[in-house]
């Protein structure tokens, strides 16, 4: 299952309109993960596989979106993203959390369980 990748317009749609809104104001309808990546990564492509296989398993309960941080510059510095992979878990309600690096996928499970709240 292909994940879909994001640029300014669709990110502005579906995650956060920092255009109009200051403070952080989610624009999906259920929980996301962000993935901030580059070609080049080699943990970028550890990620990508587990990324993949966790939406088949979660379905539509999740979200799964990817950014590249060499095409869209502008998503990464709004974010201040330093090092890759940096990926940003969104409960539907409440603050985002960013994680940096390669996570294994247990880990990737228990920050779904407990910061989107997903079983």
Not at 18 to 42: H, L, M, S, V
Not at 59 to 72: A, H, S
Request: overall charge negative; aromatic content about 10%; hydrophobic content about 40%.
């Amino acid at each position: 299952m292909k994940l879909e990748h994001l640029n300014t317009e669709t990110f502005k749609e579906k995650v956060f309109n920092y255009e109009t809104n200051k403070d952080w104001k989610f624009e999906g309808e259920r929980p996301a993960i962000i993935d901030f990546y580059a070609d080049w990564c080699q943990p970028c492509k550890i990620v990508a596989p587990i990324l993949e296989e966790l939406k088949e398993e979660y379905g539509d309960k999740l979200d799964i979106f990817k950014v590249n941080t060499e095409e869209q510059r502008e998503l990464a510095s709004i974010f201040g993203i330093q090092s890759i992979p940096s990926l940003l878990f969104i409960p539907a309600e409440g603050q985002p959390q960013m994680a940096m690096g390669a996570l294994p996928k247990d880990t990737f499970k228990q920050a779904i369980s407990d910061v989107l709240l997903i079983n």
